[in-house]
Nanobody
Framework: QVQLVESGGGLVQAGGSLRLSCAAS????????MGWYRQAPGKQRELVAI???????NYADSVKGRFTISRDNAKNTLYLQMNSLKPDDTAVYYC?????????WGQGTQVTVSS
């Protein structure tokens, strides 16, 4: 069982930056894949970025060049640095860990970007 707690969301103006954090209840060094997803009102949850235990990353086209995902295994924490934010980035952002064929999710953190 993995518990995930997100933090760092908030209200920011367009063009601004935020850094999301996701603290895990267990060591993340053995978690093959971790990621960030988001869900806007009335829309399905979508992938934002993922990172493997080896450090490989993948991003949604809509955030490439603006968002950076990283992980600190020593701190058992996943990060998402978000720059050049746009109103379309407004959503609840969820941390995800995929371990032993099971998806674990955090409770989500709200990000609101004003125009």
């Amino acid at each position: 069982q993995v518990q995930l707690v997100e933090s760092g969301g908030g209200l920011v103006q367009a063009g601004g930056s935020l850094r999301l954090s996701c603290a895990a209840s267990t060591s993340i060094s053995n978690i093959n894949r971790m990621g960030w997803y988001r869900q806007a009102p009335g829309k399905q949850r979508e992938l934002v970025a993922i990172i493997t235990s080896g450090g490989s990353t993948n991003y949604a086209d809509s955030v490439k060049g603006r968002f950076t995902i990283s992980r600190d295994n020593a701190k058992n924490t996943l990060y998402l640095q978000m720059n050049s934010l746009k109103p379309d980035d407004t959503a609840v952002y969820y941390c995800n860990a995929y371990l032993l064929w099971t998806n674990f999710w955090g409770q989500g953190t709200q990000v609101t970007v004003s125009s």
